[in-house]
């Protein structure tokens, strides 16, 4: 408890800007609610003196209150960044269309997409027909012809 006693609003700002610095070499989305509850801490200790024990809860308290109205919003709004992560890339080219660099054969081909060569299934189709990609089913793309 005295180390809380003995720390000074520009303590609370100095470890909010240690948290801060940590969020961002290592974000996790926490660090920074923690180092928002040291900023308020040492603002309101800058405007009104509080004894340690009061300190020690406005930080825990504020502490935890974020960071659970934080899970909470990300819970009801989930981030649509990285929609398209790797491991589901072939999404991203359902609605385009390629054409096709071998036919389609017993149910099975090659499209040009991009810069790349993709496996693709659907109803036999010659070289060289536009097709669009409806779905995806494993790692192939699944087609139709856009005639």
Same mark, same amino acid.
């Given at each position: 408890?005295?180390?809380?006693?003995?720390?000074?609003?520009? *303590?609370?700002?100095?470890?909010?800007?240690?948290?801060?610095?940590?969020?961002? /070499?290592m974000?996790?989305?926490?660090?920074?609610? $923690?180092?928002?509850?040291?900023t308020v801490? !040492?603002?309101? /200790?800058?405007?009104?003196d $509080?004894?340690?024990?009061? %300190?020690?809860?406005?930080?825990?308290?504020? =502490?935890?209150v974020? $960071?659970? /109205?934080?899970?909470?919003?990300?819970?009801? *709004?989930?981030?649509?960044?990285? =929609?398209?992560? /790797?491991s589901? %890339?072939?999404?991203?080219? $359902?609605?385009?269309?390629?054409?096709?660099?071998k036919?389609?054969?017993?149910?099975? !081909?090659?499209?040009?997409?991009? #810069?790349?060569?993709?496996?693709?299934?659907?109803? #036999?189709?010659p070289?060289?027909?536009?097709?669009?990609?409806?779905?995806?089913? !494993?790692?192939?793309l699944?087609?139709?012809?856009?005639?």
């Open positions: 408890m005295e180390l809380i006693e003995a720390m000074t609003p520009w *303590h609370w700002l100095a470890l909010a800007g240690a948290l801060f610095i940590m969020e961002v /070499l974000p996790a989305a926490f660090f920074l609610w $923690i180092g928002i509850a040291a801490t !040492g603002l309101l /200790l800058l405007l009104v $509080i004894s340690a024990e009061a %300190r020690l809860l406005i930080f825990s308290t504020l =502490s935890i974020s $960071i659970v /109205l934080s899970r909470l919003y990300l819970k009801r *709004h989930p981030s649509k960044a990285g =929609s398209f992560a /790797l589901r %890339r072939g999404e991203q080219y $359902i609605g385009r269309t390629f054409t096709l660099v036919p389609i054969e017993n149910g099975v !081909g090659k499209a040009q997409v991009e #810069d790349s060569l993709w496996r693709v299934v659907g109803e #036999d189709m070289e060289g027909t536009r097709v669009t990609v409806t779905g995806i089913r !494993g790692s192939s699944v087609v139709e012809n856009a005639g």
